[in-house]
């Protein structure tokens, strides 16, 4: 087993306050202000973060009740660092057959009695 470096440890031991914090039921505005300088410092070591810690992190900015607006930019921001560590971009052209497929979408110009169908 590899040895942590002071930098994994602290980015892990950030993560597990993280995931306190976000399972709160009703935060305290000093509360709030401690969530967001956490996801703030994550979100500058989003680069020296394991997959594993990134899917901890996904998991517990999703628990937050009423998210604020960092609290989704930087869930979005691990998303997306996430699916670049997947190369999720190239699988966008891929079709899972079966019965609840994408709808296509109808043109601008169509009336809307035929977008229906």
């Given at each position: 087993?590899?040895?942590?470096?002071?930098?994994?440890?602290?980015?892990?031991?950030l993560i597990r306050e993280l995931e306190a914090f976000c399972h709160l039921h009703s935060p305290s505005d000093q509360d709030l202000?401690?969530?967001?300088?956490?996801?703030?410092?994550?979100?500058?070591?989003?680069?020296d973060l394991e997959r594993g810690q990134l899917v901890r992190v996904v998991e517990a900015t999703c628990s937050i009740d009423?998210?604020?607006?960092?609290?989704?930019?930087?869930?979005?921001?691990?998303?997306?660092?996430?699916?670049?560590?997947?190369?999720?971009?190239?699988?966008?052209?891929?079709?899972?057959?079966?019965?609840w497929g994408p709808q296509p979408r109808a043109k601008a110009n169509e009336p809307a009695d035929q977008k229906r169908k």
């Amino acid at each position: 087993m590899a040895m942590q470096t002071e930098k994994q440890k602290e980015n892990a031991l950030l993560i597990r306050e993280l995931e306190a914090f976000c399972h709160l039921h009703s935060p305290s505005d000093q509360d709030l202000r401690f969530r967001a300088a956490i996801e703030k410092t994550l979100y500058l070591n989003l680069a020296d973060l394991e997959r594993g810690q990134l899917v901890r992190v996904v998991e517990a900015t999703c628990s937050i009740d009423f998210p604020h607006s960092i609290d989704r930019n930087f869930h979005d921001a691990v998303m997306d660092r996430l699916g670049r560590s997947h190369n999720f971009k190239a699988m966008r052209e891929i079709q899972i057959p079966g019965k609840w497929g994408p709808q296509p979408r109808a043109k601008a110009n169509e009336p809307a009695d035929q977008k229906r169908k």
